[in-house]
């Protein structure tokens, strides 16, 4: 049965404020939240005052507490507090996903020594159920490749683009002026959100533990008016699309990069704020799960799903890691992308495996071809800093050096010759 | 720990020689099968003969067998052989939907009073996680509707309608030669099997138990050109869409009526074979999933995962239904819809509460107006003799009587005026 719990709460901005409000109207469960920590002293907040401390430790030590949701901003912060609280017994719900990717190991291990409970559903993709749902639907299928939009910011960036015709800039300045992105959207437009959470949908996944200073992230900040008239030549859009792939049995690759994506591809339809999630299993099929990523709500909904499983005594069993305790993450993998350049100096930094298509037309210079993504790690700086922009193609990521590629290239060159 | 089960499996078709193959390759968990009862005793099959067995009990009373994996077609001998297995202690998996939704009540309590499990995740969207994802992530969220496209077979035919302008009749036939529809197709194109599913998923998202025999389900059978290009013409689709809706706190309607939709719906990118499901949350906004929704390897993912699910000891909570003991099922709702008829004659079968449009030329008559759900329930045979059409337009389903219902038609009325 469920179990009453008693629960200290870290930060009480929109999401804080919406969970206290349905775990005192829940009609499931019994969860009492016993103190609220917060940061700003002068601050006028709805509750009585004797709810609230400025002290974490009045939380973290309180043997009455057994669970902590941390809801703060700072990632660093964020850390200490459930580090304590884990190695004090306490089961811990978080939502940050900063915070989890960067000590994800760690927390795994922490969690283990002391048997209690780690969650952070809300971590990944709003309200989408994506990690219970790798956990436990999951569980013994054999997944391919999790792929997705794992953030609403670029997202709205990127549909304005698009729908109004919009450059880059005034759709970022919109969305800013929208609440949509922060005044420094860096976080949100060069990917590394993104890149959190497919680190730790990669572990639920595939077993796979990566270091996020491992993982490419490249973003949509040097879009230009070009990639979107291209985009629209050819009844694509565009989309940032973390990708987490199977390359082979023991190995794992995980990427972020904006794609042109087709109508054929489920998330093409996934437009605004929204987020989309497909999980591509071998017996399955593709699961393809869609909703909204950020804002307090969908955001609250996944704490409170944590929540009430905590009260049936619910943990993460890792069961992929358990299975593939080997399974490594690798960058020796080879991709397409879209390249658009602004002159040949540039491209001369870029060796392609193969190319299949170059366009040079004024000053509007792209090349399609199939690429290391060691070499788009190399360049990474010399993208951003060159506003290039690089957009991969297509679904083929494979590891480099496997057998098949080697055939299928024998092919090819007899195809063509 | 997973436990290692020992599995009794009925019917060796597709989707158990699928699940054979994968149980004896998973590296997750140990699960043996048995023993498998088949009908046809000159069959040839790709195993050795002693596994199988043409006596069901042979199954049912070994001891040693501890879960029974039902996958046969017919839904009255699923039924005695899901009884006697629940009734002697044993754990039940099956994908039998129209098994299931005759008979939920019994089996509810069946499955209780015994204390074993009784998983059908597979019977429910094929491998879309619904049940599960209900039972455990929207565990404590108020869920307003849940809707959606719930049958591959329909959606493939109503796909060909609008993708390649085919009319109803050549659309079915194509989905006939390409094994998509039955050679009797009765259960799909006339919503039955959508409804199966639907009564089974209300349980689960709201607690209330529903008769198939009280359910409304018109389907596609009387679907004619005239009704394609009305939705060609507003770049609409046609959709089969079951939609289970909280019309008040202790009353939910359910029913299953062909839908005009937009493309701001999320199934209006579900197309052919898909399936997908629109959760609506109070909390959590509007989740989507979609997926294949048959097959052998879909439903056979779903399977597996139940099985899987079963190693650890996992039962469905019901945890809705026991939230909400009195929530009751009603057919007391209004809907706005579209009619098709073919005279006025016709026409007065039919009252409605308001009128929004009509539309009279030639041949082709219609209109658009808000009816009793009663209406539509009492003139069922009446549309399928005389070929009407009859689908549901936008969202609004609301209880007769409600308050806010009232407020509503007198603002209404005031603007009008």
């Given amino acids: 049965m469920a179990k009453n719990l008693k629960i200290g709460l870290f930060g009480f901005g929109c999401v804080g404020q919406g969970l206290y409000h349905v775990l005192n109207n829940s009609k499931g469960f019994k969860a009492d939240i016993v103190k609220i920590a917060v940061k700003n002293k002068t601050k006028d907040r709805p509750l009585d005052k004797g709810v609230f401390t400025f002290d974490k430790f009045e939380i973290l030590d309180n043997p009455e507490i057994d669970v902590i949701v941390e809801l703060i901003d700072d990632a660093d912060e964020a850390y200490?507090?459930?580090?304590?609280?884990?190695?004090?017994?306490?089961?811990?719900?978080?939502?940050?996903?900063?915070?989890?990717?960067?000590?994800?190991?760690?927390?795994?291990?922490?969690?283990?020594?002391?048997?209690?409970?780690?969650?952070?559903?809300?971590?990944?993709?709003?309200?989408?159920?994506?990690?219970?749902?790798?956990?436990?639907?999951?569980?013994?299928?054999?997944?391919?490749?999790?792929?997705?939009?794992?953030?609403?910011?670029?997202?709205?960036?990127?549909?304005?683009?698009?729908?109004?015709?919009?450059?880059?800039?005034?759709?970022?300045?919109?969305?800013?002026?929208?609440?949509?992105?922060?005044?420094d959207p860096t976080n949100d437009v060069e990917g590394f959100d993104a890149k959190f959470k497919a680190i730790i949908i990669a572990l639920h996944a595939f077993g796979v533990f990566a270091k996020p200073e491992d993982v490419l992230n490249i973003g949509i900040t040097t879009l230009s008016d070009y990639d979107i008239n291209y985009a629209a030549e050819k009844s694509y859009k565009i989309k940032l699309i973390p990708t987490v792939t199977k390359v082979a049995d023991d190995k794992v690759s995980i990427f972020v990069l904006p794609k042109y994506v087709n109508s054929n591809n489920h998330l093409f339809s996934v437009d605004n704020e929204f987020n989309g999630v497909i999980v591509d299993g071998e017996f399955s099929g593709e699961q393809f799960l869609k909703?909204?990523?950020?804002?307090?709500?969908?955001?609250?909904?996944?704490?409170?799903?944590?929540?009430?499983?905590?009260?049936?005594?619910?943990?993460?069993?890792?069961?992929?890691?358990?299975?593939?305790?080997?399974?490594?993450?690798?960058?020796?993998?080879?991709?397409?992308?879209?390249?658009?350049?602004?002159?040949?100096?540039?491209?001369?930094?870029?060796?392609?495996?193969?190319?299949?298509?170059?366009?040079?037309?004024?000053?509007?210079?792209?090349?399609?071809?199939?690429?290391?993504?060691?070499?788009?790690?190399?360049?990474?700086e010399f993208i951003l800093k060159n506003k290039l922009f690089v957009a991969s193609v297509g679904d083929d990521i494979k590891l480099i050096g496997k057998s098949e590629n080697i055939n299928e290239s024998a092919k090819k060159q007899v195809a063509f010759a």
């Fill in 80 to 183: 200490n507090i459930v580090k304590y609280a884990l190695s004090k017994g306490k089961h811990v719900v978080t939502a940050n996903k900063k915070m989890v990717a960067q000590h994800l190991q760690e927390l795994y291990n922490l969690q283990h020594e002391k048997n209690v409970s780690f969650l952070y559903e809300a971590s990944s993709c709003g309200s989408i159920p994506i990690i219970r749902t790798l956990e436990e639907y999951f569980d013994n299928e054999q997944i391919q490749k999790v792929s997705g939009i794992f953030n609403g910011t670029t997202n709205y960036i990127l549909t304005k683009t698009i729908s109004e015709k919009l450059s880059y800039e005034a759709a970022l300045k919109q969305a800013q002026e929208k609440g949509f992105a922060e005044s």
């Fill in 291 to 380: 909703g909204r990523g950020a804002g307090g709500h969908p955001t609250g909904a996944a704490v409170l799903s944590d929540i009430s499983a905590l009260s049936y005594g619910y943990k993460y069993e890792y069961k992929k890691q358990k299975q593939n305790p080997n399974i490594k993450f690798t960058n020796d993998v080879t991709l397409k992308v879209y390249l658009r350049y602004n002159n040949e100096e540039e491209l001369r930094n870029f060796v392609f495996d193969s190319i299949n298509e170059q366009y040079t037309g004024g000053e509007y210079h792209y090349v399609i071809g199939v690429i290391k993504l060691a070499a788009l790690i190399k360049n990474k």
